[in-house]
């Protein structure tokens, strides 16, 4: 079990978070159609999943935005960002936003899941149920490049490192 802070109090993390090296585990979330996507949709691909608690709060909005623009200049590469937010969620805010460049996934269907297989399942405080921040890259193959478990929920993460590993 990890450890994170949401506003410098302590928040417990359950999961095993991937590490450079390892492999991914294979996903099942929706999309803004509600169709259901996993591993398999991005043969071929690098992968950045930018995770985070949900679309609606002022820093994981940054982060979609910032990554969408970032997008726009990577080779082979899928920007997907995941939260428990619902598929119509998302969709209003990239509207909204002019998000064009990432794809929203949501992890509705089975939040416990996906939260616990990728190590970002926030246990407890005002947050238990959602995931926490983090960006995991991965290659074509779905080894990790990068992992960055965000140690404060509120804080951005390291966008620099993260488009670096894909270098």
Same mark, same amino acid.
């Given at each position: 079990?990890?450890?994170?802070?949401?506003?410098?109090?302590?928040?417990?993390?359950?999961?095993?978070?991937? =590490?450079?090296?390892?492999?991914?585990?294979?996903?099942?979330? $929706?999309?803004?159609?509600? =169709?259901? #996507?996993?591993?398999?949709?991005? /043969?071929?691909?690098?992968?950045?999943?930018? *995770?985070?608690?949900? *679309?609606?709060?002022?820093?994981?909005?940054?982060? #979609?935005?910032?990554?969408?623009? =970032? $997008? $726009?200049?990577?080779?082979?590469?899928? #920007?997907?960002? *995941?939260?428990?937010?619902?598929?119509?969620?998302?969709?209003?805010?990239?509207?909204?936003?002019?998000?064009?460049?990432? =794809?929203?996934?949501?992890?509705?269907?089975?939040?416990?899941?996906?939260?616990?297989?990728?190590?970002?399942?926030?246990?407890?405080?005002?947050?238990?149920?959602?995931?926490?921040?983090?960006?995991? /890259? /991965?290659? &074509?193959?779905?080894?990790?490049?990068?992992? &960055?478990?965000?140690? &404060?929920?509120? &804080?951005?993460?390291?966008?620099?490192?993260?488009?670096?590993?894909?270098?």
């Amino acid at each position: 079990m990890s450890s994170v802070t949401l506003k410098g109090d302590p928040v417990k993390i359950g999961g095993q978070f991937p =590490e450079k090296g390892s492999s991914i585990a294979d996903f099942n979330l $929706a999309n803004q159609k509600r =169709e259901n #996507v996993s591993l398999e949709n991005f /043969v071929g691909k690098r992968k950045i999943l930018n *995770i985070f608690p949900s *679309i609606d709060t002022p820093t994981c909005a940054l982060s #979609v935005k910032r990554f969408n623009d =970032e $997008a $726009a200049k990577l080779n082979n590469t899928v #920007v997907l960002c *995941i939260s428990a937010d619902l598929p119509f969620a998302q969709k209003r805010f990239c509207g909204a936003e002019g998000v064009e460049n990432v =794809e929203t996934l949501s992890a509705f269907r089975d939040i416990a899941g996906f939260a616990n297989a990728f190590g970002v399942a926030i246990n407890d405080s005002s947050l238990q149920g959602l995931t926490s921040r983090a960006v995991i /890259v /991965v290659d &074509e193959n779905n080894t990790v490049m990068h992992s &960055e478990l965000v140690s &404060e929920i509120t &804080e951005e993460p390291d966008y620099e490192s993260a488009l670096n590993s894909l270098a």
